[in-house]
């Protein structure tokens, strides 16, 4: 299944976006041991002029027992921010949980790079080399844990 877009518009409020192009695609594994989400969009916001694009974003999940796993890659890039390249280091073990329970992601940008760690407890890590040099010497905590 593939949907096709250009030029959506979606308003709510004080929300006014728009799809100008792009597509995200579904596919089944064969064998029914997976399914694959995959796309390439940009999107603006109308409000505040700013344009985000997902290019090349690629989610495969594989179904298993008693825990999927799942990957993903692509690239996001944000006008202020610049791009991040998203990888798998250690695929995500997703299972009737709210959060991952292991798993590894990497975002590279352009100087630096964040590892997020998921462990079994449904807690996370996030730690950054924030000079590129290979040493993630920086920890932030949970991200994801309740202020």
Do not use: C
Not at 10 to 36: C, K, P, R, W, Y
Not at 125 to 134: A, E, K, R
């Amino acid at each position: 299944l593939t949907l096709r877009f250009f030029n959506m518009n979606m308003v709510q409020g004080a929300i006014d976006l728009t799809l100008t192009e792009g597509h995200l695609s579904f596919a089944a594994i064969a064998g029914n041991t997976g399914e694959t989400m995959s796309g390439n969009y940009v999107l603006r916001d109308n409000v505040a002029l700013d344009t985000f694009w997902i290019n090349n974003y690629v989610l495969t999940l594989t179904y298993g027992t008693p825990s999927d796993t799942g990957t993903l890659t692509g690239r996001y890039y944000d006008p202020d921010f610049g791009f991040i390249d998203i990888s798998t280091l250690e695929p995500l073990i997703i299972s009737d949980t709210v959060a991952p329970t292991g798993g590894v992601l990497l975002f590279t940008g352009l100087a630096s790079k964040a590892r997020l760690t998921f462990n079994p407890d449904q807690t996370s890590s996030l730690v950054v080399d924030t000079n590129n040099d290979g040493v993630f010497e920086t920890f932030l905590g949970d991200p994801f844990a309740a202020n």
